[in-house]
């Protein structure tokens, strides 16, 4: 006999799997686990990228096909994350050379049209300065080669100062010039830091210039600028750096005009209402609002979450969330803006483990309201991660861990809010 439904009945059964699917709350999936070793990279170091194909790219700190230098361990991989059929295949796509000291890639790659990548190392580069280079891995088929297109030497480079140690990771503007900044070098009565550029030939070159140096004019309002940087539609580049007014950090913008690069300090930073902002810089949203974290600052020295609004002449600072270090995790690593408005990042501590969480921080009712999306349990989950949260169209979160997964050497993961 067939049974048959009243339509109330199976739209009340249908709301109830509605409502059972959403209390589920976010999905947590891992990409992949390194295994470390010589055919796979160790500890992920930087934050994720993608290409137009939607391939994800990232750097770990050790690790790969060169063993015999860096402790034995490895001087560093760039790998590839290719999704298919609804799971992820990892490639290691370049193994870094021994050098006297580690690559430092702590800052995501860029990745161009053509697939080729570009990272800074934080030093290593010039052989007596050891400030530091910036690479391209160029793409050959399967193949990638690495390309040095600038090694920081600190001293002069054609008569023009030149920087040390790259303070962040590069970004690209419409025009596909390649900008970042120095922590140091630049003007030779300072060395506060550069603003540096690599323009592209059409020949496939790259012609290096330093088209600003922090603390020209001598005033202590942006020095030493550290944190990955961002652009907006009509070329301006925003940032952090030390300094500031109180000298715990600003967060600036710099404005190309037609005799050169304009600064503006958006905000100081205090010990009281948030210090030395983090590496992972500010992010924008489409209302033209920044958000960045300060990972040590607040009441219990753990870290906040700021907002910077602009106004006539001036920009607010808002201190959204600060962290107590427990459940809720503590030293924020960076935020990202989802589809809805919603802040999302990572915590590198604190989490019913100790292992850091993935939170979201949303606006409900006029408030910020933190929720734990994942508590990292150094376990195949991964655990303590120390590089930003990047978003896809859908406004799925990846990252990676830098400890944990199967083999004990990080992981990437995915989360669906």
Same mark, same amino acid.
């Given at each position: 006999?067939?049974?048959?439904?009243?339509?109330?009945?199976?739209?009340?059964?249908?709301?109830?799997?509605?409502?059972?699917?959403?209390?589920?709350?976010?999905?947590?999936?891992?990409?992949?686990?390194?295994?470390?070793?010589?055919?796979?990279?160790?500890?992920?170091?930087?934050?994720?990228?993608?290409?137009?194909?939607?391939?994800?790219?990232?750097?770990?700190?050790?690790?790969?096909?060169?063993?015999?230098?860096?402790?034995?361990?490895?001087?560093?991989?760039?790998?590839?994350?290719?999704?298919?059929?609804?799971?992820?295949?990892?490639?290691?796509?370049?193994?870094?050379?021994?050098?006297?000291?580690?690559?430092?890639?702590?800052?995501?790659?860029?990745?161009?049209?053509?697939?080729?990548?570009?990272?800074?190392?934080?030093?290593?580069?010039?052989?007596?300065?050891?400030?530091?280079?910036?690479? %391209?891995?160029?793409?050959?088929?399967?193949?990638?080669?690495?390309?040095?297109?600038?090694?920081?030497?600190?001293?002069?480079?054609?008569?023009?100062?030149?920087?040390?140690?790259?303070?962040?990771?590069?970004?690209?503007?419409?025009?596909?010039?390649?900008?970042?900044?120095?922590?140091?070098?630049?003007?030779?009565?300072?060395?506060?830091?550069?603003?540096?550029?690599?323009?592209?030939?059409?020949?496939?070159?790259?012609?290096?210039?330093?088209?600003?140096?922090?603390?020209?004019?001598?005033?202590?309002?942006?020095?030493?600028?550290?944190?990955?940087?961002?652009?907006?539609?009509?070329?301006?580049?925003?940032?952090?750096?030390?300094?500031?007014?109180?000298?715990?950090?600003?967060?600036?913008?710099?404005?190309?005009?037609?005799?050169?690069?304009?600064?503006?300090?958006?905000?100081?930073?205090?010990?009281?209402?948030?210090?030395?902002?983090?590496?992972?810089?500010?992010?924008?949203?489409?209302?033209?609002?920044?958000?960045?974290?300060?990972?040590?600052?607040?009441?219990?020295?753990?870290?906040?979450?700021?907002?910077?609004?602009?106004?006539?002449?001036?920009?607010?600072?808002?201190?959204?969330?600060?962290?107590?270090?427990?459940?809720?995790?503590?030293?924020?690593?960076?935020?990202?803006?989802?589809?809805?408005?919603?802040?999302?990042?990572?915590?590198?501590?604190?989490?019913?483990?100790?292992?850091?969480?993935?939170?979201?921080?949303?606006? %409900?009712?006029?408030?910020?309201? %933190?929720?734990?999306?994942?508590?990292?349990?150094?376990?195949?989950?991964?655990?303590?991660?120390?590089?930003?949260?990047?978003?896809?169209?859908?406004?799925?979160?990846?990252?990676?861990?830098?400890?944990?997964?199967?083999?004990?050497?990080?992981?990437?993961? %995915?989360?669906?809010?």
């Amino acid at each position: 006999m067939q049974t048959k439904f009243a339509p109330g009945l199976v739209i009340a059964l249908f709301s109830l799997l509605l409502a059972s699917a959403s209390a589920q709350g976010p999905t947590f999936k891992i990409l992949h686990s390194f295994a470390g070793g010589p055919s796979d990279g160790n500890y992920p170091s930087s934050g994720l990228s993608w290409d137009a194909h939607g391939n994800l790219y990232g750097f770990t700190l050790t690790g790969g096909a060169d063993t015999t230098g860096c402790f034995s361990d490895g001087c560093g991989t760039a790998f590839k994350l290719t999704p298919s059929n609804g799971r992820w295949k990892e490639n290691v796509l370049y193994s870094f050379a021994p050098a006297t000291y580690y690559y430092q890639l702590y800052f995501p790659p860029v990745i161009d049209a053509a697939d080729n990548v570009y990272g800074v190392q934080g030093n290593w580069g010039d052989p007596t300065c050891q400030c530091g280079a910036v690479f %391209e891995l160029a793409k050959n088929g399967n193949t990638w080669t690495q390309n040095v297109l600038h090694n920081f030497t600190g001293g002069f480079v054609s008569g023009t100062p030149d920087g040390q140690w790259p303070g962040s990771g590069l970004v690209q503007d419409a025009a596909g010039n390649l900008y970042g900044t120095t922590d140091a070098g630049g003007n030779p009565n300072y060395y506060y830091g550069t603003l540096y550029q690599f323009t592209p030939g059409t020949d496939g070159t790259w012609a290096y210039s330093i088209p600003y140096a922090f603390y020209v004019d001598g005033s202590p309002y942006a020095a030493n600028p550290y944190g990955q940087l961002i652009t907006d539609s009509v070329g301006n580049i925003y940032g952090t750096s030390s300094g500031g007014l109180y000298g715990y950090g600003a967060a600036f913008e710099l404005s190309p005009s037609e005799t050169g690069w304009n600064t503006s300090i958006l905000s100081s930073f205090t010990l009281s209402y948030g210090s030395y902002p983090s590496l992972n810089g500010v992010v924008m949203d489409s209302d033209g609002n920044l958000y960045g974290v300060d990972p040590d600052a607040g009441a219990n020295a753990v870290g906040t979450i700021y907002k910077l609004t602009p106004s006539i002449g001036y920009w607010n600072q808002t201190v959204l969330y600060t962290f107590s270090g427990g459940a809720d995790g503590g030293f924020p690593i960076n935020v990202v803006v989802g589809p809805q408005g919603a802040l999302y990042g990572v915590t590198s501590r604190g989490g019913i483990f100790g292992y850091g969480n993935v939170f979201q921080l949303s606006l %409900e009712k006029g408030n910020w309201k %933190e929720t734990v999306l994942h508590a990292f349990a150094n376990k195949t989950d991964g655990g303590s991660p120390d590089a930003g949260l990047t978003l896809d169209q859908q406004g799925n979160l990846y990252g990676t861990a830098g400890t944990g997964g199967i083999y004990g050497y990080g992981t990437v993961f %995915e989360i669906t809010p």
